[in-house]
């Protein structure tokens, strides 16, 4: 990833909806988007953060300079297009215009600041995995999804990514067996 990891290589649109994605992530998240943008007749601006680094400073015209946490981190070209090409066989076959743009730093923030400036009609992010990784960064950082509906004005609409929970299962704990000594009787 470049220094200018969140500039898009083409103009933003303006009132888009928009997604945020990661890697691996269920085409079912980029289609829902796809389908409220085609009801807002809006275009598809998707997104990805790159909590592993930052945004140092933003210069005047908007060009944002962005540092990585770890400075022996490989830049993440790989992963724009491995992104792009996820979000092309997504939304294979939807007639919507979309774009990727790769953003920087905490996902919730980065996501508010470019429906702010882009006047979003919409957000769509998918849940995030089960597990207890996952649910111990939660706890600290609290959801995404839930951070966006209390920071910003837009509607924010959440797609499941996997199965759902039963009634009576635990959704915070994982499917698979756990050691004793963090999870006794399980």
């Given amino acids: 990833m470049s220094d200018a990891a969140s500039q898009p290589t083409a103009r933003r649109p303006h009132r888009p909806v928009i997604v945020g994605i990661v890697p691996r992530q269920p085409s079912r998240v980029l289609r829902e988007a796809a389908h409220y943008a085609r009801l807002h007749g809006a275009s598809l601006l998707v997104v990805h953060v790159d909590v592993t680094r930052f945004v140092s400073y933003e210069d005047p015209d908007g060009y944002v300079h962005t540092a990585p946490i770890n400075l022996d981190a490989i830049p993440g070209e790989a992963l724009e297009s491995q992104l792009r090409d996820e979000a092309a066989r997504a939304l294979e076959g939807v007639d919507i215009a979309w774009q990727l743009e790769m ?82 009787g399980a």
Avoid: Y
């Fill in 103 to 184: 953003l920087a730093g905490d996902p919730a923030l980065a996501m508010k600041d470019l429906a702010d400036r882009t006047e979003a009609r919409l957000i769509v992010v998918g849940t995030r995995k089960r597990g207890i990784g996952d649910s111990i960064r939660e706890f600290f950082t609290g959801s995404v999804a839930a951070r966006l509906a209390h920071r910003q004005p837009r509607p924010v609409l959440v797609v499941p990514t996997g199965e759902p929970v039963k009634d009576d299962e635990d959704p915070w704990r994982e499917r698979q067996s756990w050691p004793e000594e963090l999870w006794p």
